[in-house]
């Protein structure tokens, strides 16, 4: 998830009859994001390349042009790297970015909100292989005509 995403709007509660602010510990995060040279990059090619690239998939496949699953294989291979590499990162940072083992900061926002980023690419990675395997299959079938 980008920067902004991932910072949280810190939120008050009641308890005790009486007004508590509980600090999130992500807001520092938009200083970190900005002076991290892999977030920068990736969210900059995400924004330049992948937004654009995603765009032109979901179009081609409204008009149902031929190069609509090879851009699906690029779009969700291009966001499986990334995420890869973002979750590796973290790993490698040891986790400096969150909470480690929190419920709600760790487990929901950096885990599982990111594995779906891993989840569906993966999914239409694998729809894309299919059909573009068949259509391969299709036309090696074809016997080449003797003239």
């Known amino acids: 998830m980008g920067c902004e995403l991932r910072r949280m709007v810190g939120w008050e509660g009641w308890e005790r009859g009486g007004l508590r602010s509980w600090v999130n510990p992500w807001v520092p995060l938009s200083s970190v994001c900005r002076e991290d040279n892999f977030t920068v990059c990736m969210e900059t090619i995400t924004a330049w390349a992948w937004g654009p690239l995603s765009l032109w998939t979901v179009l081609a496949f409204l008009q149902r ?83």
Do not use: C
């Open 65 to 147: 042009q031929p190069h609509r699953y090879v851009l699906q294989l690029v779009v969700s291979l291009g966001q499986l790297y990334g995420d890869v590499l973002y979750f590796y990162t973290e790993y490698r940072e040891g986790f400096a970015h969150s909470e480690m083992w929190h419920p709600l900061y760790f487990w929901f926002y950096f885990v599982f909100m990111n594995a779906l980023w891993i989840v569906i690419p993966s999914i239409l990675l694998l729809d894309a292989w299919g059909h573009l395997s068949a259509a391969q299959r299709a036309l090696d079938s074809v016997k080449p005509k003797r003239h």
